[in-house]
């Protein structure tokens, strides 16, 4: 079974791709359109197709037969008329060998009884061989003759033999020769990887680079690119760079806060709990989500107490008019959620670390209140904030302490920092952990928006 990747700026294109590679019995796997907008480039239209063994061969041996312009004027047919075309010749193809090999059985079954009868004609007693002994040489005679048939015979089943064997070590020499091709094509293109020959791959490699990527994606999506596509379309940068952007999509994962859902079930109301290890604006955000949800009177919203209280904090309460219920410990926030299922509001939970002595008691305080609220509710999400002026390294390392019990990420400061390729950087060590949000300011509510590409390319590539 041949399987195989086309890509085409149309539905149209790609189709005609392949029915020119695969004929008319090709099957379509999985069809998806590329690309991330008009913002970029174009889409694009991918499908992948296969084709069987037998299939395949069988257009193969009828192509091999016509001219390069006969071949195109085939190729233009419909996909009825092509396949009329491949059965009738390879019908004809089988029909010949058959009728060769039936005229040399024929031929066997018609020569044997006379051979025979040629025998028993020059057959004498041993009185006649005494008494005419002209006969020997006569018999002599026949049995020479019988003889030479007999060869004859066995002259024509070598050569029919040899025949067959001639076609099948031809088929054989012509599966060898086109593996020869492929692997003759794969050792150049993988020279081609290790040299970066083409300036277009340098380029998207260099842009990339700069811009921060992790240098092993970029060598897998140009080693994929080379692999997948012709030397024609790796000769295009317009098509490279959207390759590239297509596949930094496909490792891009992003999700919707449960408090911002239109489809609510009011029997099973959200609960959403904020947390960060280090300085990152949790308080705005927590304060931003409350005003944007679309139930904002309809909350209820939890903070636990500690050292680092601000009148600011109180300020901002009043002036959002944000009723929030403060927890001395774990077990105080869980006895507030408990009362809260009679009334069945939506809860908020701004859990805030002391940043300055984070301990291993207060990562299971906090690993104790997140298993307790998804034993007894379902519609729970835990969200990890983080500023995106962190380095990358000490994200993934972030992450990594909390990855067991966190369903996302809202990133903080985007408008500051210089660069977000350690925010994708993240999802590729990361790539079960949606981004739920990117806040670039401390205007409230306005800038909390939802994680979508278009916002992460851009501050990545400064579009």
């Given at each position: 079974?041949?399987?195989?990747?086309?890509?085409?700026?149309?539905?149209?294109?790609?189709?005609t791709?392949?029915?020119?590679?695969?004929?008319?019995?090709a099957?379509?796997?999985?069809?998806s359109?590329?690309?991330?907008?008009?913002?970029?480039?174009k889409?694009?239209?991918?499908?992948?197709?296969?084709i069987n063994?037998?299939?395949y061969?069988?257009?193969?041996?009828?192509?091999r037969?016509?001219?390069?312009?006969q071949?195109e004027?085939?190729?233009?047919?419909?996909?009825?008329?092509?396949?009329?075309?491949?059965?009738?010749?390879?019908?004809?193809?089988?029909?010949?060998?058959?009728?060769?090999?039936?005229?040399?059985?024929?031929?066997n079954?018609?020569?044997?009884?006379?051979?025979?009868q040629?025998k028993?004609?020059?057959?004498?007693?041993?009185?006649?061989?005494?008494?005419?002994?002209?006969?020997?040489?006569?018999?002599?005679?026949?049995?020479?003759?019988?003889?030479?048939?007999?060869?004859k015979?066995?002259?024509?089943k070598?050569v029919?033999?040899?025949?067959k064997?001639?076609?099948?070590?031809?088929?054989?020499?012509?599966?060898?020769?086109?593996?020869?091709?492929?692997?003759?094509?794969?050792?150049e293109?993988?020279?081609?990887?290790?040299?970066?020959?083409?300036?277009?791959?340098?380029?998207?490699?260099k842009?990339?680079?700069?811009?921060?990527?992790?240098?092993?994606?970029?060598?897998?999506?140009?080693?994929?690119?080379i692999?997948?596509?012709?030397?024609?379309?790796?000769?295009n940068?317009?098509f490279?760079?959207?390759?590239?952007?297509?596949?930094?999509?496909?490792?891009?994962?992003?999700?919707?806060?449960?408090?911002?859902s239109k489809?609510?079930?009011?029997?099973n109301?959200p609960?959403?709990?904020?947390f960060?290890?280090?300085?990152?604006?949790?308080?705005?955000i927590?304060?931003?989500?409350?005003?944007?949800?679309?139930?904002?009177?309809?909350?209820?919203?939890?903070?636990?107490?500690?050292?680092?209280?601000?009148?600011?904090?109180?300020?901002?309460?009043?002036?959002?008019?944000?009723?929030v219920?403060?927890?001395?410990?774990?077990?105080?926030?869980?006895?507030?959620?408990?009362?809260?299922?009679?009334?069945?509001?939506?809860?908020?939970?701004?859990?805030?670390?002391?940043?300055?002595?984070?301990n291993?008691?207060?990562?299971?305080?906090?690993?104790?209140?997140?298993?307790?609220?998804k034993?007894?509710?379902?519609n729970?999400?835990?969200?990890?904030?983080?500023?995106?002026l962190y380095?990358?390294?000490?994200i993934?390392?972030?992450?990594?302490?909390?990855?067991?019990?966190?369903?996302?990420?809202?990133f903080?400061f985007?408008?500051?920092?210089?660069?977000?390729?350690?925010?994708?950087?993240?999802?590729?060590?990361?790539?079960?952990?949606?981004?739920?949000?990117?806040?670039?300011g401390?205007?409230?509510?306005?800038?909390?928006?939802?994680?979508?590409?278009?916002?992460?390319?851009?501050?990545?590539?400064?579009?």
């Open positions: 079974m041949h399987v195989k990747k086309f890509v085409g700026s149309t539905m149209e294109e790609t189709l791709q392949i029915k020119k590679e695969f004929g008319p019995d099957i379509i796997l999985k069809t359109s590329s690309g991330i907008g008009s913002k970029f480039k889409k694009k239209i991918e499908i992948t197709a296969a063994e037998e299939s061969l069988k257009k193969i041996k009828t192509e037969v016509f001219s390069d312009e071949k004027e085939f190729h233009k047919n419909s996909s009825q008329t092509m396949k009329k075309t491949i059965e009738r010749y390879n019908q004809s193809y089988e029909m010949k060998e058959d009728a060769a090999l039936e005229k040399s059985e024929k031929n079954n018609i020569l044997a009884p006379l051979i025979h040629e028993d004609k020059n057959k004498i007693s041993f009185d006649e061989f005494i008494v005419k002994p002209q006969h020997e040489e006569v018999a002599s005679r026949s049995f020479i003759s019988s003889e030479q048939e007999t060869n015979i066995d002259n024509r070598e029919e033999l040899e025949k064997i001639k076609y099948h070590v031809e088929e054989i020499e012509d599966k060898i020769y086109s593996i020869e091709k492929k692997v003759s094509s794969f050792e293109k993988i020279k081609d990887i290790s040299q970066l020959n083409d300036d277009n791959l340098r380029k998207i490699k842009i990339m680079t700069i811009s921060g990527i992790e240098g092993h994606f970029i060598e897998k999506t140009i080693r994929k690119m692999f997948s596509h012709s030397d024609k379309d790796l000769l940068f317009d490279i760079y959207d390759q590239m952007l297509l596949e930094m999509e496909n490792h891009f994962s992003s999700k919707e806060l449960n408090v911002f489809n609510k079930d009011q029997q109301p609960i959403l709990l904020l960060s290890d280090a300085p990152c604006g949790q308080n705005t927590f304060y931003k989500t409350c005003q944007k949800s679309s139930s904002a009177n309809n909350h209820l919203l939890i903070q636990n107490e500690n050292d680092y209280d601000s009148k600011e904090n109180f300020a901002i309460e009043k002036i959002l008019q944000l009723k219920e403060k927890g001395k410990n774990t077990h105080d926030i869980i006895s507030l959620i408990r009362k809260n299922k009679e009334v069945k509001k939506e809860v908020i939970i701004n859990y805030r670390l002391d940043k300055q002595k984070l291993n008691n207060q990562k299971d305080d906090l690993f104790f209140l997140i298993d307790s609220i034993e007894s509710h379902s729970v999400q835990v969200v990890f904030i983080l500023s995106a380095s990358q390294d000490y993934e390392l972030s992450i990594n302490q909390f990855r067991k019990k966190i369903d996302g990420l809202i903080t985007l408008d500051k920092s210089p660069g977000l390729a350690n925010i994708f950087n993240s999802q590729l060590s990361f790539p079960e952990i949606p981004i739920m949000g990117f806040s670039t401390p205007t409230i509510p306005a800038d909390l928006e939802t994680a979508t590409f278009e916002r992460l390319i851009s501050g990545i590539l400064h579009l």
